[in-house]
């Protein structure tokens, strides 16, 4: 429910405030990104790691056991490139928020100019 009078100068902080909030959820999104691709590299390069060297202990094992041990073995990895992936994705989610809002109060900014 809307408590106070909306002004011009009112809804210009408000686009000033997210424009900062923005530019610094930007910055953190990047790091989160480079985070996230860091995790995922040290997975993949354990996982097979394991990999081969599961193949070059046991041959004779099958493929899909040995995916099942390197998988196993690495699951810490695993479970931080999957924690890191989320971590981005709520990111780039919060980002599309506060876009959205932004949006909002254009569009609030515009009808408040057209009715002075």
Do not use: W
């Amino acid at each position: 429910m809307l408590t106070e009078m909306v002004t011009q100068g009112g809804i210009e902080v408000q686009i000033l405030g997210l424009v900062d909030e923005l530019e610094e959820y930007t910055d953190v999104y990047a790091t989160v990104c480079e985070e996230a691709a860091r995790a995922d590299v040290a997975h993949k390069r354990e996982f097979t790691r394991l990999l081969v060297t599961l193949a070059a202990d046991a041959p004779k094992m099958t493929v899909a056991v040995r995916e099942a041990k390197a998988t196993q073995k690495s699951i810490d990895e695993m479970a931080v490139a999957k924690i890191m992936a989320a971590r981005e994705r709520a990111t780039r989610e919060k980002l599309t928020s506060i876009r959205a809002r932004l949006d909002a109060l254009r569009t609030l900014s515009a009808n408040v100019r057209a009715q002075t």
